[in-house]
């Protein structure tokens, strides 16, 4: 680390802040203009986030996945549901969800119950994925351990004499999650640590929110 001078790196936050007199009573309106700002200033790439859970044993772990949709306010991502996240959710379903945007300065902090989508939404979710796409979703056991010498192409080649010639269908164990978000955080860094922060959360149904300390 003699080269790499973390210690002494230091950045002042101050593109945006928080208008506290103009906030929307249902944070998913921030939520979705947040998520719409990242989008344009990204030339419109995907929104990754980190998604922790927490496993049977009580061990959080956290994993970078994509938000793919935002629908009935809530927050749609897809993976393989034999994966370790989904293991564990399948024991605990309150997870958190981290946005972060180094160049917005902003952050956003999710915690929600998740549960998998309909066969359905997730068949229209993996029919539009690019056709080497589905066939790794056949061929990856995600999180499952690998021989060293394992050829993964070996594989894809299987499933794609598999599915020579016609529509490759969603594997079973692959699909979306949704999270229904009951606390949302919303922080948007500002000089000398004085950040802006909001915090929402969901009481009987109604949102309810506070600011809260830097
Ligand atoms: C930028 C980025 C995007 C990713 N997107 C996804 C995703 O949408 N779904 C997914 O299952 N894994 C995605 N991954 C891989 C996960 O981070 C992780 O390695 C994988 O899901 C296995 O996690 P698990 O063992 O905790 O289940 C992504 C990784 C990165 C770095």
């Known amino acids: 680390m003699e080269n790499i001078d973390i210690f002494n790196s230091r950045e002042d936050y101050n593109k ?5 007199n103009c906030l929307p009573e249902n944070p998913m309106l921030l939520f979705e203009k947040w998520i719409a700002i990242a989008v344009e200033n990204n030339n419109k790439e995907s929104i990754p986030f980190v998604l922790s859970t927490v496993s049977i044993k009580n061990i959080p772990s956290s994993r970078v996945v994509l938000l793919r949709n935002i629908l009935n306010e809530g927050l749609f991502f897809y993976t393989n549901y034999n ?11 309150v997870v958190a969800a981290n946005f972060f945007w180094k160049d917005l300065e902003k952050q956003i902090r999710v915690t ?27 061929s990856s056991n995600q999180s499952e351990i690998l021989d060293f010498n394992f050829d993964l192409d070996d594989k894809v080649n299987f499933y794609s004499k598999k599915f020579f010639n016609q529509d490759v269908k969603r594997p079973d ?3 979306g999650y949704c999270i229904n978000p009951h606390e949302i955080e919303f922080w948007q860094g500002r000089p000398s640590r004085l950040h ?19």
């Open 173 to 175: 164990n692959w699909g």
């Open 83 to 93: 994966s370790k996240k989904s293991k564990d959710i399948e024991v605990n379903n």
């Open 112 to 138: 929600g119950e998740v549960n998998k989508i309909s066969n359905e939404l997730s068949d229209v979710y993996f029919a539009s994925r690019p056709r080497n796409s589905q066939l790794s979703a056949w």
């Open 16 to 20: 945006s802040k928080i208008d506290f």
């Open 196 to 214: 802006d922060r909001i915090k929402y959360f969901l009481d009987k149904g109604k949102w309810h929110k506070m600011r809260i300390s830097p």
